[in-house]
């Protein structure tokens, strides 16, 4: 199995910036790709960000330009950098793993964000 946990979570300001990270443990060598996902209270949870083995991103429309996902590999590490924070950005942060060999996702428990003034 894959363990993962998140780490990085902060009472920040608006327009300020974080790096998440997300170290991962385990069977690392199942892992296919690693993922951001948040869940603020009330709502739904939105997914924000993942990365493949070989290195292909993608991030969701609504933190496009602001939240960056990456990783070092040394480390078994992943991060998601945010910039210019808003209010609404404010969640839980979890990461998750995608392991191919048995289609299972592995999921973090979360780092709290929090956006205020």
């Known amino acids: 199995q894959v363990q993962l946990v998140e780490s990085g979570g902060d009472l920040v300001q608006p327009g300020g910036s974080l790096r998440l990270s997300c170290a991962a443990s385990?069977?690392?060598?199942?892992?296919?790709?690693v993922g951001w996902s948040r869940q603020a209270p009330g709502k739904q949870r939105e997914w924000l960000a993942r990365?493949?083995?070989?290195?292909?991103?993608n991030h969701a429309d609504s933190v496009k330009g602001r939240f960056t996902i990456s990783r070092d590999n040394a480390k078994n590490t992943w991060y998601l950098q945010m910039h210019s924070l808003k209010a609404e950005d404010t969640a839980v942060y979890s990461c998750?793993?995608?392991?191919?060999?048995?289609?299972?996702?592995?999921w973090g428990p979360g780092t709290q964000v929090t956006v205020s003034s």
């Open positions: 998750y793993a995608e392991a191919s060999a048995n289609d299972d996702i592995y």
């Open positions: 990365m493949s083995t070989d290195g292909r991103t």
């Open positions: 385990g069977k690392i060598f199942s892992i296919f790709a």
